[in-house]
C-alpha cells in the first residue's frame, strides 16, 4: 500500500474520521493546516480525500478532492451558519411517510436544497400500503418541479421497490433524506437484503418515529451501490439555496419574465402573468405563495450568515496575530 493514497470519507465523529479504502474502514485525523480553513473546505461523508497512511494508528487527511455535489443547509438553531452534510450524491431519496409525517412544504424545501446541491431528488413516499389513494400524492409531488421523480412504495411489503432498482448501479452514490420514522432505516434494509440498520416503531399518537440514525454513515453494498444515511430532520431551513429555489420553481421565474414590467410587483400592476396564471388556474396561489416564503426566508437566513462569517474571519485572524506575536 503506498504512502499516499485516495479514500473516501464514511463516517465522522467530532475530530475523527473513517476513510472507505479497498473494503476497509480506516480511522483517521486531519492535517493541521485544515483548521485553517473555512468550514466548507473540511470533509463531509461522501467525499474523496487524499490521505496518508499509517499502519500502526490514525492516517492523515490531506486534502479534499474536487466535489461533483455538495449538500447543505442552516443549522437548527437558525443562526445563518451553514450545516454541510454529504458530498459527491448522485440521486437524494427524500423519504416521506404516506402518514401525518407527510408535508408538501418540507418536500419543496428538501427539492430545492437538493437541486442547489447538483444531486438528482427524488422523493420516495413509503407506507403506501397504509395509503387508499397514494396516486394523489405522487400527482402533488410532481407539481412542485418538472426536476423531481417520485415513487410510491412499501418497503415493508416489497411494493413498488423494484422502480428503484433503475438507480442501483455500480459506482452510484444515493443519500437518503427525510424525518424520523418515515422508513429510511427500513429501505437501506430492503436495497441491502438483511437488517444492517436498526428500526424503531412508529408512535400511533403522532405518526413519528425514533432517531434509528444518529449519524451520517456511508455504507457500501455488494452490488457496488453506496448509500448514505442521514438522521432524521424534521425542519428545514433556507440559507444560500437561490439556484436550487429558483430551479424548483422555474415555471414561476417563466412566467415572471412575461410580464409588462420587467420589475412587476404582482401586486396592481396591468399585464402582470402571474396574477393572469393565478385566475386562469395555470399557477395555484399556494404554490406561488410558497415560493415567495423559501425566497424571503432564504434572503433572511443568507444576510445573518454572511454577517456571522465576517465575524469569524475577523476573529480566526484576530487570533492568529495574536499567537504569532
Avoid at 54 to 79: H, M, W, Y
Avoid at 119 to 135: A, E, H, I, Q, R
Avoid at 199 to 207: G, I, K, L, P, Y
Wanted: glycine fraction near 6%.
Amino acid at each position: 500500500m503506498n504512502n499516499t493514497n485516495i479514500g473516501r470519507i464514511s463516517e465522522i465523529s467530532k475530530n475523527s474520521y473513517k476513510i472507505r479504502f479497498e473494503e476497509q474502514e480506516l480511522p483517521a485525523k486531519l492535517k493541521g493546516n485544515f483548521y485553517e480553513e473555512d468550514a466548507d473546505k473540511l470533509p463531509v461523508v461522501g467525499d474523496y480525500v487524499t490521505f496518508l497512511y499509517n499502519s500502526r494508528g490514525d492516517s492523515t487527511i490531506l486534502s479534499v478532492c474536487e466535489r461533483k455535489s455538495f449538500l447543505q443547509r442552516p443549522d437548527q438553531a437558525k443562526t445563518g451558519v451553514m450545516q454541510y452534510m454529504v458530498a459527491n450524491v448522485d440521486y437524494t431519496f427524500i423519504v416521506t411517510s404516506l402518514n401525518e409525517d407527510y408535508s408538501y412544504n418540507r418536500i419543496a424545501r428538501y427539492v430545492s436544497v437538493v437541486l442547489q446541491g447538483k444531486s438528482t431528488p427524488v422523493v420516495v413516499l413509503t407506507k403506501s400500503d397504509l395509503c387508499s389513494n397514494y396516486g394523489r400524492y405522487i400527482r402533488e409531488v410532481e407539481s412542485i418541479s418538472d426536476k423531481v421523480r417520485v415513487h410510491a412504495i412499501s418497503a415493508l411489503y416489497g411494493i413498488g421497490v423494484d422502480e428503484l432498482q433503475e438507480y442501483m448501479r455500480p459506482g452510484v452514490t444515493i443519500c437518503l433524506m427525510g424525518s424520523s420514522g418515515a422508513g429510511k432505516s427500513t429501505l437501506l434494509n430492503a436495497f441491502a437484503g438483511e437488517e444492517i440498520m436498526r428500526t424503531s416503531a412508529v408512535r400511533e399518537s403522532d405518526s413519528t418515529g425514533k432517531h434509528t440514525t444518529t449519524h451520517r454513515q456511508l455504507i457500501e453494498l455488494p452490488n457496488g451501490v453506496s448509500i448514505i444515511d442521514t438522521p432524521g430532520m424534521r425542519e428545514l431551513g433556507m440559507a444560500a439555496t437561490e439556484q436550487g429555489i429558483d430551479n424548483t420553481f422555474s415555471d414561476i421565474l417563466e412566467l415572471e419574465r412575461c410580464c409588462r414590467f420587467s420589475d412587476c410587483k404582482h401586486d396592481t400592476e396591468p399585464g402582470c402573468a402571474i396574477k393572469a396564471a393565478i385566475e386562469n388556474g395555470e399557477l395555484s396561489a399556494e404554490r406561488y405563495i410558497l415560493y415567495k416564503s423559501l425566497s424571503a426566508e432564504n434572503t433572511r437566513n443568507y444576510a445573518r450568515k454572511k454577517e456571522i462569517s465576517k465575524w469569524a474571519k475577523a476573529a480566526k485572524k484576530f487570533k492568529r496575530e495574536n499567537i504569532q506575536i
